[in-house]
């Protein structure tokens, strides 16, 4: 199979590497790191990082999805710690038409069977 074929679908297990910025609760930005997702919708994502993230911090987050970045903020709903990692669930509170467009058709191909 060529590479073009190769890379026309998103594979589930694949590494989709994403930077985001912690802001707690009091409104101070504390974190700046990079994490991958796990699972995604087009309201939200899990994500996996190294470091712990509080329920309720806000998170602005830039994913790069194909040629194109998106820039959203999301709100942490529920943090567990799996082996050496934290998962951590976020709803999405801000995204933009084009941002949620485009993660949308990331999310069908992220879901869609292995070929």
Request: with cysteine; proline share 1%; glycine share 6%.
């Amino acid at each position: 199979m060529s590479q073009t074929k190769q890379r026309r679908f998103i594979r589930k297990n694949a590494l989709h590497l994403l930077d985001y910025l912690i802001i707690d609760q009091n409104g101070l930005q504390t974190t700046y790191s990079m994490g991958r997702t796990r699972d995604v919708s087009e309201n939200g994502l899990k994500l996996e990082t190294v470091e712990k993230i509080a329920k309720g911090d806000t998170l602005l987050i830039t994913v790069g999805l194909e040629n194109d970045l998106i820039d959203l903020r999301g709100e942490v709903v529920y943090t567990e710690e799996e082996d050496k990692c934290h998962i951590s669930g976020i709803i999405f509170q801000d995204i933009s038409e084009e941002g949620r467009r485009i993660f949308k058709k990331y999310a069908e191909a992220f879901l869609a069977p292995s070929r």
